[in-house]
């Protein structure tokens, strides 16, 4: 099992579109991360939020510790926003990041 | 700043062959790591370091190895290539240890294995 989980897999929506992205961890965890990875390959991070909530323009991070689980929500969403969506958890040795396998997003006009 | 650069952006590789992967940072960062991504798999660690002449091995290290002599310069050495090694690398840095710091990554290196 992996100790980071991500749902959907995959996920297409339509321009304007409220967005949802899940993540559960089975580790202990002072923190977690959202990071996006464009269709060109970079990657930059997001959010790292380790209780409550964080938002940025049309982007929310909310997180559970009790729960393990954290989503990310894209409000008004638009085709520039397509990419993959990456969790990950400071749940590793030495609290190295644990790495989600990603949701990849697709926004159509 | 440039941030974090990786040099080459592409490479192939005949197996046995060696190559090394440049990375560089120029925000003083203490903490740098090196990871490498497959198709529909997570990102895994391979070697990260805390500071220069300090290193350590991550989840995957196997065939691979790892230099800091200065705080700007993370080279990844791999000496006999493998197939299984085809894959792409991203260098990161932090400016304290990645579970609790914002990690800024490289472009990448994709590297493959023939």
Known sequence: KNEVEQSPQNLTAQEGEFIT????????????HWLQQHPGGGI??????SSGKKKHGRLIATINIQEKHSSLHI????????????????????GNLIFGKGTKLSVKP | NAGVTQTPKFRILKIGQSMT?????????????????????GLKLI??????GITDKGEVPNGYNVSRST???????????????TSVYFCA???GL???ETQYFGPGTRLLVL
């Open chain 2, 21 to 41: 992967l440049q990375c560089t940072q120029d925000m003083n960062h203490n903490y740098m790591y090196w990871y490498r991504q497959d198709p529909g798999m």
């Open chain 1, 75 to 94: 409000t008004a969403s638009h085709p520039r926003d397509s990419a993959v969506y990456i969790c990950a958890v400071n749940g590793g040795s030495q």
């Open chain 2, 98 to 100: 990645a579970g609790r």
């Open chain 2, 47 to 52: 070697y990260y370091s805390v500071g220069a």
């Open chain 1, 44 to 49: 930059v991070s997001l959010f790292m939020l």
């Open chain 2, 93 to 95: 840095s932090s400016r």
């Open chain 1, 21 to 32: 992205i899940n993540c559960s961890y089975s580790v202990g965890i002072s923190a977690l």
């Open chain 2, 71 to 85: 705080t700007e310069d993370f080279p990844l050495r791999l000496e006999l290539a493998a197939p299984s090694q």
